[in-house]
Nanobody, 124 residues
Framework: QVQLVESGGGLVQAGGSLRLSCAAS????????MGWFRQIPGKEREFVAA?????????YYADSVKGRFTISRDNAKNTMYLQMNSLKPEDTAVYYC????????????????WGQGTQVTVSS
C-alpha cells in the first residue's frame, strides 16, 4: 500500500501562485507514476499533470495548465510538488495526489492510490 498526503492548498487571488505537496509513504516502490488531478462538485475528476519517480520520460500536463503549472519530485523526501502560477478562478477545485504502478495515464480510475485532497480557491 502507498499512503499519500497532500498539503499546500488555500485561497489566492487570480494571478497568484500556490505550491502543493504530496508526501508518499509505505510501499513507494509501487508508485511508478505520480499524478495530480482536480475535481469540482458535480464533475468528474480531471487530470492535471503526471511525473515518473524514476525520471524516465518527460512530465505530462493537461493543456489547460501547460505553461502555468510545473510538476516535480524529490525522491529523497518521497514528495511530489505542483507549482501553480498565474492562477485563474477556473483552477478552483479540490486537488488530489495519485499514484499508479504502471506508465503515464490521464485517466483517474487507472490510478491505484489517492490522497484525501486539498482545496484550492482562486478569487477573481
Amino acid at each position: 500500500q502507498v499512503q499519500l498526503v497532500e498539503s499546500g492548498g488555500g485561497l489566492v487571488q487570480a494571478g497568484g501562485s500556490l505550491r502543493l505537496s504530496c508526501a508518499a509513504s509505505g510501499r513507494t516502490s509501487s508508485a511508478y507514476v505520480m499524478g495530480w488531478f482536480r475535481q469540482i462538485p458535480g464533475k468528474e475528476r480531471e487530470f492535471v499533470a503526471a511525473i515518473s519517480w524514476s525520471g524516465r520520460g518527460s512530465p505530462y500536463y493537461a493543456d489547460s495548465v501547460k505553461g502555468r503549472f510545473t510538476i516535480s519530485r524529490d525522491n529523497a523526501k518521497n514528495t511530489m510538488y505542483l507549482q501553480m502560477n498565474s492562477l485563474k478562478p477556473e483552477d478552483t477545485a479540490v486537488y488530489y495526489c495519485a499514484a499508479r504502478g504502471l506508465g503515464y495515464s490521464t485517466i483517474a480510475h487507472e490510478y491505484n492510490y489517492w490522497g484525501q485532497g486539498t482545496q484550492v480557491t482562486v478569487s477573481s
